[in-house]
């Protein structure tokens, strides 16, 4: 049976203040082979309590370089997985990016989306996010460029008991 519940917010924080500016070597780097920032979100999601889904090819889970699955690292395979999530694992919906909340994840496009960034405060309706590859923390949404931009309201997570 699944069971629904929160995150905690309080340790997903901590683990992207301590990990915004440096790697955890417990995962590998992707910053030369197309980017860091969706693992990055991936291992604030999981600090933070979600279980990983195994399902291959469409689930979100993170072994070692080899044994991974594409959401964990992928903007597109992380947003659909974020957005269908039936199963175990987080699970999320698009909101407005004026609705964004701590926790919450942003993505970025110019012409196709390609940046996965993490909320970690919102001041006068400004998300300020932390990130990887270009590795940033505590910076207001609006200091980056983009033509394309979406909110995933992360609802919590699912787990068998």
């Excluded at 699955?69 to 698009?94: D, H, K, L, M, P």
């Amino acid at each position: 049976m699944l069971r629904e519940y929160f995150l905690n917010l309080e340790k997903e924080l901590d683990y992207a203040q301590k990990w915004a500016l440096s790697r955890n070597p417990a995962y590998y780097n992707f910053d030369d082979i197309g980017g860091d920032c969706t693992n990055f979100v991936s291992q604030c999601l999981y600090a933070g309590g979600a279980v990983m889904n195994p399902t291959k090819d469409t689930g979100w889970y993170y072994y070692s370089l080899h044994d991974r699955a594409a959401a964990w690292t992928s903007v597109r395979y992380f947003w659909q997985f974020g957005v269908n999530n039936q199963s175990i694992g987080f699970f999320g919906r698009e909101v407005p990016v004026r609705n964004a909340r701590p926790g919450d994840v942003i993505q970025l496009g110019t012409g196709y989306f390609h940046h996965t960034l993490f909320v970690i405060d919102v001041i006068r309706n400004m998300p300020y996010i932390a990130a990887h590859t270009a590795d940033a923390y505590h910076i207001p949404i609006s200091a980056y460029q983009y033509d394309r931009i979406r909110c995933l309201h992360i609802m919590g997570a699912r787990k068998y008991v």
